[in-house]
């Protein structure tokens, strides 16, 4: 099914994801990226089609479904390849920092996903965290004082002491939650 993922490059603390069907929907996935898609829409176009039979899919139902799995596969191949491009200044730590954090903004906000639209928005977030896990991405960043000074980029599984790798978080009960069952 054919769709498309569009991000800002700089300003992500307003940004509001909203979704398209060639135009936009009055509907917010409440990702840092819009998404446009071939939905099915429902009679007034104001909502994405849903079965009228409870806990049954029918073929539109199953058309939309198969676009939001579309979609996950694109979201993590789009971090994947932004990493790559996407421009980090390292001629100081705050602008180090300020460079990756941009970067982080395009990822997917856990704990921030309403549930809406029956889970499909959670289920993207989920499922590009999955791909990322499950293909290693090189995600963690750390500021390489090499001449030049540089990024660096591992995957998730390379043996980095704590310190290496840079993480901008705030220390919240969710994500304390999360860490203890890591």
């Known amino acids: 099914p054919k769709h498309g993922i569009a991000a800002p490059l700089d300003n992500l603390t307003t940004f509001r994801g909203q979704v398209f069907c060639f135009l936009p929907l009055p509907i917010y996935s409440e990702l840092p990226v819009h998404i446009n898609g071939q939905f099915i829409l429902d009679a007034s176009r104001r909502a994405l089609w849903t079965s009228t039979n409870p806990g049954q899919f029918d073929d539109s139902s199953r058309w939309n479904d198969m676009l939001f799995k579309s979609i996950s596969s ?106 203890e069952n890591l």
């Open 74 to 179: 694109s979201y993590f191949h789009f971090i994947s390849e932004v990493i790559k491009t996407y421009p980090i200044d390292c001629s100081s730590i705050k602008k180090f920092k300020s460079s990756i954090n941009n970067l982080y903004n395009l990822f997917p906000k856990w704990l921030e996903v309403p549930l809406a639209l029956e889970g499909h928005w959670l289920q993207i977030a989920k499922d590009v965290y999955s791909n990322l896990a499950v293909h290693d991405a090189s995600i963690l960043c750390r500021r390489c004082v090499r001449r030049p000074v540089q990024a660096q980029w591992y995957p998730l599984t390379a043996i980095l002491r704590c310190e290496q790798a840079y993480f901008d978080i705030k220390n919240t009960p969710e994500l304390n939650s999360i860490l």
